[in-house]
């Protein structure tokens, strides 16, 4: 019995060592096992469709050939993901999807890190913020709004408190003089589409991928915050916040960062791949119809960009009295 | 059972009492034109949870030792109790330092063999099997990344 | 008529052979995540999501949406066989089911679960087909306030839920709805309770303490309860055709509430940002209400588990109604399900149903055809799923175990969520030991973060007046409601009482 109970156990240890015998890995190339894409939104969230477009597109033309796999960790504004990628020291297997919260997170929750301690790979695009109401709105024009606003407090309505959508009314406030406007936060942006559509509040800075669902049947977008207009077919008459008096200018960056200290090749490798994909047909129609506007940048510029970025956003936190 | 009620019941209450800390920092108060500050809902949940657990914690000392049942069914059911949440301890705390595979490999041999008195065959082939299942179905199948060992993580190791 | 021909075309997209072959694809792949605890439909959906870019887009909703069917049917059986929720919507199938399958009548319970499930989807398509556009603008008109008078209603539903001393009722409640307010505050952006660590930022998720209470806490009774010399052997449940003729003959005597449930939880479905969740819940709590037995409640009612099935499965249909109407998303599966529409180079909106007809009615009749295809491969599963049970307990509990851990890692992918279902299992055991009721600890869980933000955007909306919910239409008849089933109790108290000191006194 005895013997036998001796003879199984070791039988028990033969699987076990198999593992550490085979189990090492050796050394090859860029990729040799799939890519995690860390995203700061639960499935269905904002960023999240954005991920997932993009891993569509790699499915599809193949850029890299281990898979791309979506990992969610919502939750803390970004906070909660950043961390966990920022953990991952070295992991060249490792990506973060970032939108502004990644910028303002950091600042306004004092976290101990910043975006100066992940690895740029690439931005992709600037996303717009158009100011939206809903179809039969009395507001017919932003200069319309903005007079409005200067008699009574209007009630808007955008993703969480103290990000970006609350950062673009406030400015308007303080640009345009206003009353303060009555902020209602909302879970996700899709929430918010759907409180304008269904005139619980009066205004929303969603962006086109969001709310242009719903353009013109149910919303209409006074203004946008950029620079030129947008270049939707159907959105051309849309001023920009210069032409209506709002001289600000605000967008959503669509970023891509890794976990510090990776190999350059697994770095050369994530940027290889996302320039290939910034020059996919699908992307290119998908950005001309949601109005994103195409920029690639990566490595230092992308660094400089993000400095500027945060410059921006301490400037108008500071002003609202977030941070000191 | 007594002495349990009673520690249950200050337990809840010391965690009231956090909660309340807590909810002084955030401010419980109801701002004009804003409704309640962070910290309102929170602070008289808590209020309501301290009120009931100190009635609570007062039944049971209040209550006769005579009639009182013990907490565990016997002696015996007391330390399978405590053997099962060892064994989800070790389980956690593996998962968390080396990944799931490796606590799949410790936890199943010693919980079908300590605790189910299996054959050492039958511990084999269900560590085996249940390995097996759980990374072709999870990482090949669904290509769902469970949580691996840090030797994973710098490319060296295959779980 | 036009409606009965444009149907008739979704059957012939439906019925296509690659249609078919993804569906039974989508449905059995659904089944599998549904039964792991914590990968949900909405997960499901997620992952296969960039594959489909390889077929046309009607194959490809068809397919999404068959998994997310088979995540509804799916999420039943470990309630039922293990008091783990594999699904968050089926959290509220344990109060019943689980007593059921301890009693030796799992089989029973799935049948009639599965049964449920298939009225459930039917009820909904129906509605689909007859009234999408008009309800969907409807449900358009419920805010911020209209949406707290509901979390309303279906909490007062739940007064009488714990049976037990009411004070341990209302700390346990007290206690689901704190843990929900760990994390960031939506309102102020403050982080609340979460004492400095950027892990609990994120909050508690319900899925990872509702598999640790009732998954690890179980296990852990079960194991002590194997040393009791006062139970008696352990039934072993016989299951064939019997279970099926009783599922359906249940089905048969609640019909009338397995059908309101269906329309209640449709609507609640369709309802923006609720799902299938809060709809399951409310179904349970109106059966209960509403039952002339309410004491067969939580100790394995065959009711308590036909009408939260049947109202969350409808529910799970609704919330794909103002995606495919307006294009917006009802729950968190029809977001991923509108992210999908983007990637097959459609525009979701109000003019999807005009423009893409044979996407919109392909997906419709796919509705009727996974329903019932669903069903079938169900009840043939029966009989091997209620085996289950006889496995060894040294090698089944293992198992439990590892699925609980692995399920509540996978929700949101953090560590944080490994150490809740460890601590809270063992929470859940001392809790369930003392007699501290578990079912408004998952109720409160599950809708209270809900519920507060509900409370507090309305708030804000009307300029912190609590009148706000007062002076819309349609919250004031739900509060007024909501505020009444909340009295109903506390009335009949007094009843009960001054009957009792009518009958001393004579």
Same mark, same amino acid.
Not at chain 2, 115 to 119: E, I
Not at chain 3, 272 to 276: E, L, Q, R, V
Not at chain 3, 325 to 330: F, N, R
């Given at each position: 019995m005895k013997v036998l109970r001796t003879r199984l156990f070791i039988l028990l240890l033969v699987p076990i060592a198999c593992v550490f015998l085979f189990g090492q890995v050796a050394e090859a190339a860029w990729p040799t096992r799939p890519v995690e894409f860390t995203i700061s939104?639960?499935?269905?969230g904002g960023a999240d469709k954005y991920a997932r477009f993009l891993i569509g597109l790699n499915v599809k033309g193949?850029?890299?050939s281990e898979a791309i796999i979506p990992v969610n960790k919502p939750g803390g504004a970004g906070a909660v993901a950043m961390q966990a990628v920022l953990g991952q020291?070295?992991?060249?297997?490792q990506m973060l999807i970032t939108l502004n919260s990644f910028i303002t997170t950091p600042l306004f929750q004092n976290?101990?890190?910043?975006?100066?301690d992940f690895t740029p790979i690439a931005l992709l695009a600037l996303d717009n913020f158009p100011l939206w109401v809903y179809?039969?709105?009395?507001?017919?024009?932003a200069a319309d709004f903005i007079a409005a606003a200067k008699e009574k407090s209007i009630q808007v309505g955008g993703t969480g408190s103290k990000q970006e959508d609350e950062i673009v009314f406030r400015a308007i406030e303080k640009i345009a003089?206003?009353?303060?406007f009555k902020y209602v936060p909302f879970k996700g942006g899709g929430d918010v589409a759907k409180a304008l559509v269904g005139k619980h509040i009066e205004a929303s800075v969603n962006q086109v991928s969001e709310a242009?669902?719903?353009?013109p049947e149910f919303v209409r977008p006074l203004?946008?915050?950029?620079?030129e207009r947008l270049a939707i077919p159907g959105y051309e008459?849309?001023?920009t916040g210069k032409e209506v008096g709002l001289d600000f200018s605000y967008e959503m960056m669509r970023a891509i960062f890794a976990p510090p200290g990776i190999s350059k090749e697994a770095q050369d490798g994530l940027v290889g791949l996302f320039q290939k994909i910034s020059e996919d047909a699908d992307w290119k129609a998908f950005a001309e119809k949601t109005g994103l506007k195409r920029t690639f940048l990566t490595g230092d510029a992308l660094m400089k960009f993000a400095e500027d970025y945060e410059k921006k956003h301490i400037d108008i936190m500071k002003s609202q009295g977030w941070i000191k | 059972m007594r002495k349990g009620e009673m520690i249950v019941a200050a337990l809840f209450m010391v965690v009231s009492l956090i909660v309340i800390w807590e909810c002084f920092r955030l401010g419980f108060g109801w701002e004009p034109?804003?409704?309640?500050?962070?910290?309102m809902v929170p602070f008289y949940l808590a209020l309501l949870m301290l009120g009931c657990s100190a009635f609570l914690f007062y039944l049971g000392w209040r209550r006769?030792?005579?009639?009182d049942d013990n907490f565990f069914i016997n002696k015996e059911g007391m330390m399978e109790a405590g053997r099962i949440a060892l064994m989800t301890l070790i389980f956690s705390v593996i998962v968390v330092y080396a990944g799931v595979y490796f606590a799949m490999l410790i936890f199943s041999p010693i919980f079908v063999r300590w +605790?189910?008195?299996?054959?050492w065959t039958a511990v084999i082939a269900f560590t085996v099997i249940i390995t097996l299942t759980v990374y072709f179905g999870m990482?090949?199948? +669904?290509k769902i990344p469970l949580p691996r060992s840090p030797l994973y993580m710098q490319g060296k190791f295959i779980i | 008529m036009e409606t009965i021909g444009h149907l008739m075309m979704g059957f012939g997209v439906a019925f296509q052979p690659l249609s078919l072959l993804m569906m039974v694809l989508g449905l059995l792949l659904g089944l599998a995540v549904g039964v792991?605890?914590? @990968?949900?439909g909405t997960a499901g959906v997620a992952l296969l999501l960039p594959l489909t870019? @390889?077929?046309?887009p009607e194959v490809a909703i068809i397919f999404l949406a068959a998994i997310y069917w088979g995540a509804l049917y799916g999420g039943v059986i470990t309630s039922v066989? *293990?008091?783990?929720?594999?699904?968050?919507?089926?959290?509220?199938?344990? *109060?019943d089911g689980y007593p059921m399958a301890k009693q030796g009548k799992s089989g029973l319970a799935l049948s009639a679960a599965f049964i449920a499930s298939f009225v459930g989807i039917v009820v909904a398509a129906l509605i689909f087909v007859a009234a999408a556009m008009p309800l969907a603008l409807f449900a358009l008109k419920f805010g911020p306030p209209e949406m707290f008078a509901i979390m309303l209603l279906a909490f007062s539903t739940f007064v009488? @839920?714990?049976?037990?001393q009411p004070s341990k009722t209302l700390v346990s409640t007290a206690f689901g709805l704190l843990l929900t307010?760990?994390?960031?505050?939506?309102?102020?952006?403050q982080p609340r309770l979460? *004492?400095?660590?950027i892990s609990w930022l994120s909050g508690y998720h319900f899925v990872p303490i509702t598999i640790g209470m009732f998954g690890i806490g179980e296990i852990m009774i079960d194991g002590e309860d194997? *040393?009791?010399?006062?139970?008696?052997?352990v039934i072993h449940a016989k299951v064939g055709i019997k279970d099926m003729k009783e599922g359906l003959k249940a089905i048969w005597a609640f019909f009338p509430q397995t059908v309101l449930a269906s329309l209640m939880g449709f609507f609640v479905g369709v309802l %923006?940002?609720?799902?299938?969740t809060p709809a399951s819940f409310l179904g349970y709590g109106l059966a209960k209400q509403y039952?002339?037995? %309410?004491?067969?409640y939580g100790h394995g009612a065959i009711e308590g588990v036909i009408a939260p099935q049947a109202a969350a499965n409808s529910a799970g249909t609704g919330s794909l109604l103002p995606m495919v109407? @307006?294009?917006?998303?009802?729950s968190p599966t029809a977001a991923v399900l509108l992210a999908g529409l983007y990637m097959w180079g459609l525009w979701p909106g109000p003019r999807l149903f005009t423009e893409q007809p044979v996407f919109v009615w392909g997906l419709i009749a796919s509705l009727f055809l996974s329903g019932t295809v669903c069903l079938i491969i169900c009840m043939v599963g029966v009989p091997a799923l209620a085996a289950i049970?006889?496995?060894?307990w040294g090698m089944l509990t293992p198992t439990i175990i590892i699925a609980c851990f692995i399920g509540s890692f996978v929700?949101?992918?953090?560590?944080f969520d490994v150490w809740c279902t460890l601590i809270f299992g063992w929470i859940g055991y001392v809790m369930k030991k003392l007699k501290y009721p578990l079912a408004p600890l998952a109720v409160a869980l599950v809708l209270g973060d809900m519920t507060e933000r509900f409370f507090r955007q309305s708030l804000i909306m009307g300029d912190g007046n609590p009148m706000v919910f007062f002076d819309r239409p349609i919250s004031k008849w739900f509060m007024i409601v909501a505020i009444l089933l909340f009295a109903f109790p506390v009335f009949q108290l007094v009843k009960a009482k001054v009957k009792a000191g009518k009958a001393q006194a004579a």
């Open positions: 939104a639960g499935a269905g193949k850029y890299i020291k070295g992991n060249g297997y976290l101990p890190f910043t975006f100066r179809k039969d709105s009395p507001y017919k024009t003089g206003t009353k303060p242009g669902g719903f353009f203004c946008v915050f950029q620079d008459d849309v001023p | 034109q804003q409704g309640p500050q962070a910290g006769e030792k005579k009639e +605790l189910g008195k299996h054959s990482e090949v199948g +669904l | 792991l605890p914590g @990968l949900g870019v @390889l077929v046309p066989l *293990f008091a783990i929720p594999g699904e968050p919507w089926s959290v509220a199938l344990i *109060f009488g @839920l714990g049976t037990g307010a760990v994390g960031l505050d939506l309102v102020t952006g979460t *004492f400095g660590q194997r *040393f009791n010399t006062e139970i008696k052997e %923006p940002g609720t799902g299938a039952s002339k037995h %309410p004491e067969r109407s @307006l294009g917006i998303p009802g049970m006889r496995v060894p929700m949101r992918n953090i560590m």
